[in-house]
């Protein structure tokens, strides 16, 4: 189930996004154009009247050049996570396995990062197998009272225990050839197994190793799906166990290891699947709490989706693994970890909300199991509870950070303004992004306000597409500011102006 799919369901208290506004263009037709019509095309509306000059500064994700609403409150939403549920249909198998064979490639225009290690070393010594805490899919859907389970077709004995490897010599994770009773959101097991068994031969093997995982006829995941089509409980078992075994030998001849050892990044998808693990396996089964919330107020719930956070990363900020990191209002700490896995680099969070601080510990002991069972290196993850603004930890790790992040949707204008004088301590050319802007439309430096802080604040706006965050499908405006002194130093020479 993805990770705010709960936040689309009737009777949940959402952000409700603005009415998009249409404008029609009509275009003349050209010589040898064919077209006679332009079509109408929705976008968010761009004109905002200009805010009044405030104190402070924002910190979420992107700043902007808009005066904050003060309209109904929005929440904050973990990553979502995309579904692929369960299918036995041969024809729609077959496409997803042939796009699932092509290795994915980030943009090149990012610079790699040559400091980068991927591989945890941890999972792949002798020690590895050790036993380790960690919530095996066996142990969530036993646990689950809220869910009934059911065995995945009538004549499977009931709850049959399979363990799965994992690229690394960390422990099986234990499931149960088990399905939701009703509908499809809740955990899939046998979704979640053919997602690992993608994934490893996607990102871990060599072309030969991946064609012979993934082949159309043959395949690992293609010979489950028969099996369990067939309801064959002796070729299900037969299939998970012959996976198991071919991955293991590319794991003793040193194949995986190798392969981590020679990549200096992660794919946005295979981060995804493991935040998708993670938050199933300890969020989804307690996400009601995060329902609670006081309207009107600083404490509400909605976060940015994985892709969004995902180009925010690469091409707005382009963070690197030596680099610091700054999530302040993280809710369960989705952005966080994701951070800290996709990029490598040292990764803060603070939020205030009792119940979201609650998962967000649960998620930070989860995450860091998964990504060892998938051999995965992550940077230092530090979860803060409470008031950002004056917390002491915060306040120490601003001064160093070089992305800041403040998901300023929903905040009041009280919280936007103490924001302003932490933004004053951010070092020069750290990038802070938010969803609205703490620049006032139409700012001009002068001499009678020579010592605010938006004449610190080199804005941009910038447009995400849909399905970027969690309480809208909308597209919409996010901000990228950064800290830049020479502005102001330069109006105050020009005339003869003292700091």
Not at 58 to 71: E, H
Not at 214 to 243: C, F, M, N, T, W
Not at 479 to 499: Q, T
Request: net charge positive.
């Amino acid at each position: 189930m993805g990770p705010f799919d709960h936040f689309h369901k009737n009777g949940t208290s959402v952000i409700k996004p603005k009415p998009l506004q249409l404008r029609r263009e009509v275009v003349p037709q050209q010589p040898g154009n064919t077209s006679n019509t332009s079509r109408s095309i929705p976008r968010p509306s761009s004109s905002k009247p200009p805010a009044r000059p405030t104190k402070r500064l924002l910190s979420k994700p992107a700043l902007g050049l808009t005066k904050p609403s003060l309209g109904k409150p929005k929440k904050r939403a973990s990553p979502a996570q995309p579904v692929t549920h369960f299918s036995t249909d041969e024809s729609s198998e077959e496409d997803v396995t042939e796009s699932s064979r092509k290795r994915v490639k980030l943009e090149e225009s990012v610079e790699p990062d040559i400091t980068r290690q991927v591989r945890c070393k941890a999972a792949f010594s002798k020690d590895g197998e050790e036993a380790f805490s960690m919530v095996h899919a066996a142990d969530m859907v036993a646990s689950d009272t809220s869910v009934k389970y059911v065995p995945i077709f009538e004549d499977l004995s009931d709850r049959v225990e399979v363990t799965l490897q994992y690229p690394s010599f960390s422990q099986r994770e234990r499931y149960y050839l088990v399905k939701p009773q009703f509908g499809h959101d809740d955990f899939e097991a046998l979704e979640d197994i053919i997602q690992v068994m993608r994934k490893v031969a996607e990102y871990y093997l060599p072309t030969v190793g991946r064609d012979k995982f993934l082949d159309e006829s043959s395949g690992y995941p293609q010979k489950l799906s028969r099996a369990v089509k067939h309801r064959a409980e002796k070729d299900i078992l037969e299939a998970i166990q012959r996976y198991n075994d071919a991955l293991r030998e590319f794991l003793k001849d040193g194949t995986i290891a190798k392969i981590l050892d020679g990549s200096k990044k992660l794919d946005p998808r295979l981060v995804e699947r493991i935040l998708t693990q993670t938050y199933s396996r300890t969020v989804s089964p307690r996400v009601k709490s995060l329902r609670v919330y006081e309207n009107g107020t600083d404490n509400v719930y909605g976060e940015l989706l994985p892709k969004f956070v995902s180009d925010i990363l690469k091409k707005d900020t382009r963070l690197k693994s030596d680099q610091i990191f700054v999530d302040l209002g993280s809710g369960v700490g989705n952005v966080v970890l994701q951070v800290a896995l996709e990029i490598g680099c040292e990764s803060w969070g603070c939020e205030i909300m009792k119940n979201a601080c609650d998962l967000a510990d649960l998620q930070h002991k989860e995450f860091l199991a998964r990504c060892r069972l998938w051999g995965l290196n992550v940077g230092n993850i530090h979860l803060q509870r409470g008031d950002f603004l004056v917390n002491g930890a915060i306040a120490k790790i601003l001064p160093k950070a070089d992305v800041v992040l403040v998901n300023n949707q929903a905040f009041t204008p009280g919280l936007n303004e103490g924001l302003t004088s932490l933004f004053l301590d951010l070092k020069e050319g750290c990038r802070i992004v938010s969803l609205k802007s703490f620049v006032p439309a139409g700012h001009k430096i002068t001499p009678r306000n020579l010592n605010s802080p938006y004449n610190v604040l080199a804005v941009e706006e910038k447009e995400y597409y849909s399905n970027c965050v969690s309480w809208t499908n909308a597209p919409g405006t996010y901000y990228v500011s950064k800290k830049d002194s020479s502005k102001i130093r330069r109006f105050a020479d020009r005339n003869k102006l003292h700091l």
